[in-house]
């Protein structure tokens, strides 16, 4: 899922391109995309692009008559700018199997595909500040925050450093990927609860969440300089990554191999030496078969391999 370094740069790359431009049509290719009825998605048409927002991990185009276009990418949902020669120009099909709807302008057209079977990507079409207030996660937005904002909705609940980190009720932006990285950086378990941290621990995370973002943020806005993000690379594995998707790859601090946890569709990875001490956690779906026999420790581990 796009996530806030992610998002961030798509906004930039929308900014430069359809700020102040006039939405002439709106094609909407599959029916699952569009959730909301009042206004019907169709009054968008017509309309200048007055804004563009990012709410969370969202995306909002702030249109003329106090009208907002709100989409939520989930976890495949990409985007893709087709620039055309001018206006006399055919506009270009929406994408077979994966293409979601088309954004025309005079200029060009934005696409929006999901290269998945479950179509989880939204289109809401909403009427005023009030109706977008729903749309706004209520986490905390680290670079509008402090340190002891930090600390207070972290000691809200007691949850998993990794389960708060990714909750978009405590916090704005983070998902999977950057959860991953943010925790190898503040050298914390996954696993640690949320009320067991010291208030050093606390705020080495606060500077490991607000670096980690704003690192990636950077990096990402040099890489896609004056071009916007291509098909795949807006993704949630980077090959300069330290930990996330790098399950078995020695860690960049350490060199040791990194470790996992998985449950559902989601995958938590780690560094056994720089984050628990040289514990293994125990990943759900091997130690409910393996009971005693899974290993403890990181030299348990490589002993047995």
């Keep these: 899922m796009p996530e806030l370094p992610d998002v961030t740069i798509y906004l930039e790359a929308l900014r430069a391109r359809i700020l102040g431009r006039t939405l002439e049509r709106l094609r ?16 968008a048409e017509g309309r200048r692009v007055a ?22 990418l989930m976890i495949a949902g990409r985007l893709r700018w087709d620039e055309r020669a001018g206006p006399a120009a055919k506009r270009p099909a929406i994408p077979g199997k994966i293409g979601l709807a088309a954004f025309d302008f005079e200029h060009g057209t934005l696409f929006l ?10 289109l809401y079409l909403v009427q005023g500040e009030e109706q977008l207030a729903y749309h706004r996660p209520p986490g905390l937005e680290l670079f509008e925050a402090d340190a002891r904002a930090f600390a207070e909705v972290l000691a809200r609940e007691n949850h998993t450093l990794k389960r708060a980190l990714t909750d978009p009720r405590l916090f704005s932006g983070i998902g999977n990927a950057y959860g991953d990285e943010i925790l190898h950086a503040a050298g914390l378990s996954p696993v640690r609860q949320t009320k067991t941290l010291k208030p050093g621990e606390i705020e080495r995370l606060f500077e490991a969440a607000r670096g980690t973002l704003a690192r990636w943020t950077e990096k990402l806005r040099a890489d896609f300089a004056g071009r916007f993000p291509g098909a795949g690379e807006i993704t949630a594995f980077r ?20 470790q996992r946890i998985r449950y559902a569709e989601n995958e938590t990875n780690y560094c056994p030496r720089c984050q628990t001490g040289g514990k293994l956690l125990a990943d759900r779906s091997l130690s409910r078969l393996l009971k005693s026999d899974w290993p ?9 391999r």
Excluded at 51 to 72: E, S, Y
């Design 51 to 72: 804004g563009l927002l990012r709410l969370g991990k969202r995306i909002a185009f702030a249109l003329d008559g106090d009208l907002f276009l709100v989409l939520h």
């Design 113 to 122: 595909t999901e290269a998945s079977s479950k179509k989880r990507a939204s």
């Design 239 to 258: 090959p300069d990554f330290a930990v996330h998707g790098k399950y078995g790859k020695p860690c960049p601090a350490c060199g040791t191999k990194v």
């Design 28 to 43: 909407i290719a599959s029916p699952f995309l569009v959730r909301s009825v009042d206004p019907p998605v169709f009054r």
């Design 296 to 304: 403890k420790t990181v030299e348990e581990l490589e002993e047995r």
